[in-house]
């Protein structure tokens, strides 16, 4: 009886394996996901980091690297799954084509949220030990592997202001570090605990692996608790600008009346000339470049092409005057460049400044690969083919106030404000048209990728959207004020104006360059590290 049982309690033990391997991915899976569909759960980030880590012997081999790729997809595609339909309103086509075409893009970034687990299945046995090559790879990989959209595992923690204060020393990846630090923490004190339910022989109550994480959990919570309290207080002595943020989605007929009708009532309402009004990315025409001036109608026709032909932005201003456009160099009907620029004018409507977009939006603007597929573009029809700014330009209202400006997609990307920072820009500014996103949560996810920029250039950032989110964030990455989304309103705030340039904006990807040197000496490392 006993052999004649055999396969069927071996079946049986492979059917319950699978099973719990299946739970787990799916657990591990939407813990991760949880935090980016609700800011309030950034703790839950933790705690699945820390349990990956503490089953980083189950990892190793084929099968257990399997189901964490297989995991990561799960989670992207619940944290992110608006992408199918964004991908099938850009290609103009049904939603089955949009994800076919998400599911690569889906792995890709799966395969980059992987590595630091792979690494650490492969690099150590003891538990406690695994943060630090899993942190050091998750690191080197956010910052040197491109990706769609740069999404870091860190940004999760952004709800807690003091867990990454440390990006203005090394980086927007620094949160991505401090979190498996705290789960490696997590870890330390479990696996103890883990192993005696098990049954397994008593070890060494402390690793340097555990060692290591509470220095730099200490370090980090201590250097966020004094940033939090200086960076107030140098923000409160600091000069202010007065700026008013006008959010109207400039894709509808009567959008430059309301545009103009608000910035108009917003003026008259307070006493003294607002230093700026900004209007969002794509709120006014197309310009000739040679154009040097929007007082004179005939003048604007003359020098402008569709979409926006002899559009006028505002008579007569009563304060300078930023927006979205579009700028051109040749014919109208053939432009031999077009740009996506943000043009800075003055109480005459004289053009006092203007900086061309230098990243532009994949799948929007250009086609990831499409230089070596060409193919690639059929499916994905655009009006424009935009061409690269050149220059991090910053664009000064007067002799106090002067504008760091990114547009739209640009405000994901940390070397775009980095550079402007480093430029001498003392505020920080987007302007984003997000009008083809109609998925509320595309929205936040936007500002939620984006908030960090004010930590890490240590400047307040305003941003000026569409159909959302016009927000304010003080230079601790903290939102003070924003305007609910998909309103027509205006947004004023008095904003500190912050000089100097930061250690993370001077050292640019040292500190990522430095991680992924760490993770080849920890390979190297031999068994000591791996016990």
């Keep these: 009886?006993?052999?004649?049982?055999?396969?069927?309690?071996?079946?049986?033990?492979?059917?319950?394996?699978?099973?719990v391997l299946l739970a787990g991915v799916a657990v591990f899976a939407l813990s991760l996901a949880l935090p980016w569909?609700?800011?309030?759960?950034?703790?839950?980030?933790?705690?699945?980091?820390?349990?990956?880590?503490?089953?980083?012997?189950?990892?190793r081999g084929w099968r257990g690297e399997a189901a964490v790729l297989c995991s990561a997809a799960l989670a992207l595609s619940i944290a992110f799954h608006w992408a199918?339909?964004?991908?099938?309103?850009?290609?103009?086509?049904?939603?089955?084509?949009?994800?076919?075409?998400?599911?690569?893009?889906?792995?890709?970034?799966?395969?980059?949220?992987?590595?630091?687990?792979?690494?650490?299945?492969?690099?150590?046995?003891?538990?406690?030990?695994?943060?630090?090559?899993?942190?050091?790879?998750?690191?080197?990989?956010?910052?040197?592997?491109?990706?769609?959209?740069?999404?870091?595992?860190?940004?999760?923690?952004?709800?807690?202001?003091?867990?990454?204060?440390?990006?203005?020393?090394?980086g927007p990846e620094?949160?991505?570090?401090?979190?498996?630090?705290?789960?490696?923490?997590?870890?330390?004190?479990?696996?103890?605990?883990?192993?005696?339910?098990?049954?397994?022989?008593?070890?060494?109550?402390?690793?340097?692996?555990?060692?290591?994480?509470?220095?730099?959990?200490?370090?980090?919570?201590?250097?966020?608790?004094?940033?939090?309290?200086?960076?107030?207080?140098?923000?409160?002595?600091?000069?202010?600008a007065a700026v008013a943020l006008v959010q109207v989605d400039p894709s509808h007929d009567d959008s430059l009346a309301d545009l103009q009708r608000l910035t108009r009532a917003a003026c008259a309402a307070r006493p003294t000339p607002f230093d700026v009004v900004c209007w969002p990315e794509c709120a006014g025409g197309s310009y000739e470049e040679c154009l040097a001036s929007f007082s004179d109608p005939d003048l604007i026709l003359k020098h402008s092409r569709d979409p926006g032909r002899g559009l006028r932005p505002l008579e007569n201003p009563a304060c300078p005057l930023l927006f979205g456009g579009k700028i051109y160099r040749g014919y109208p009907e053939r432009p031999r460049e077009l740009y996506q620029s943000a043009l800075l004018?003055?109480?005459?409507?004289?053009?006092?400044?203007?900086y061309?977009?230098?990243?532009?939006?994949?799948?929007?603007?250009?086609?990831?690969?499409?230089?070596?597929?060409?193919?690639?573009?059929?499916?994905?029809?655009?009006?424009?083919?935009?061409?690269v700014g050149r220059e991090a330009t910053v664009l000064p209202c007067d002799d106090r106030v002067k504008l760091g400006v990114m547009l739209c997609y640009e405000d994901m990307v940390p070397e775009a404000a980095r550079s402007l920072a480093v430029n001498s820009?003392?505020?920080?500014?987007?302007?984003?048209?997000?009008?083809?996103?109609?998925?509320?949560?595309?929205l936040v996810q936007h500002r939620l990728l984006a908030q960090l920029r004010a930590v890490e250039c240590r400047r307040a950032f305003v941003r000026c959207a569409a159909t959302g989110e016009t927000c304010v964030i003080a230079p601790t990455g903290r939102i003070v004020a924003r305007l609910p989304l998909h309103v027509r309103d205006v947004l004023t705030a008095e904003v500190p104006l912050l000089e100097g340039?930061?250690?993370?904006?001077?050292?640019?990807?040292?500190?990522?360059?430095?991680?992924?040197?760490?993770?080849?000496?920890?390979?190297?490392?031999?068994r000591r590290w791996r016990s």
């Excluded at 569909?37 to 990892?59: I, N, S």
């Excluded at 340039?501 to 040197?517: I, Q, Y």
């Design 1 to 19: 009886m006993a052999v004649s049982s055999h396969p069927v309690a071996t079946r049986t033990s492979s059917v319950s394996t699978a099973g």
């Design 37 to 59: 569909l609700r800011q309030d759960l950034g703790w839950l980030e933790v705690v699945a980091v820390a349990a990956a880590l503490l089953a980083a012997g189950a990892m």
């Design 84 to 170: 199918p339909k964004v991908l099938a309103e850009s290609m103009q086509t049904g939603y089955e084509v949009g994800l076919l075409f998400t599911i690569p893009i889906v792995f890709w970034d799966a395969a980059r949220l992987a590595i630091p687990f792979w690494c650490a299945g492969r690099l150590v046995r003891d538990p406690r030990n695994a943060w630090l090559p899993a942190g050091l790879a998750a690191v080197a990989t956010e910052a040197l592997i491109p990706g769609v959209f740069p999404w870091k595992l860190g940004y999760s923690q952004i709800g807690w202001p003091v867990m990454i204060q440390g990006a203005d020393l090394f």
């Design 174 to 240: 620094w949160p991505t570090f401090a979190l498996f630090a705290l789960a490696g923490l997590l870890v330390a004190v479990a696996a103890p605990i883990v192993a005696r339910f098990r049954g397994e022989p008593a070890t060494s109550p402390v690793t340097a692996g555990g060692v290591a994480a509470l220095v730099v959990t200490a370090a980090n919570v201590g250097y966020g608790v004094w940033a939090l309290g200086h960076y107030d207080a140098v923000a409160s002595s600091a000069a202010k």
């Design 345 to 354: 004018i003055d109480c005459r409507e004289t053009m006092i400044g203007r």
């Design 356 to 387: 061309d977009k230098r990243h532009l939006m994949p799948f929007g603007e250009y086609v990831p690969g499409g230089d070596h597929f060409p193919q690639l573009r059929h499916y994905f029809p655009m009006e424009n083919e935009f061409d």
């Design 425 to 442: 820009a003392n505020l920080l500014v987007s302007l984003i048209n997000g009008a083809a996103f109609t998925e509320p949560l595309t």
């Design 501 to 526: 340039v930061t250690v993370a904006s001077r050292l640019g990807p040292a500190f990522p360059l430095a991680c992924a040197a760490g993770v080849g000496l920890l390979a190297l490392g031999g």
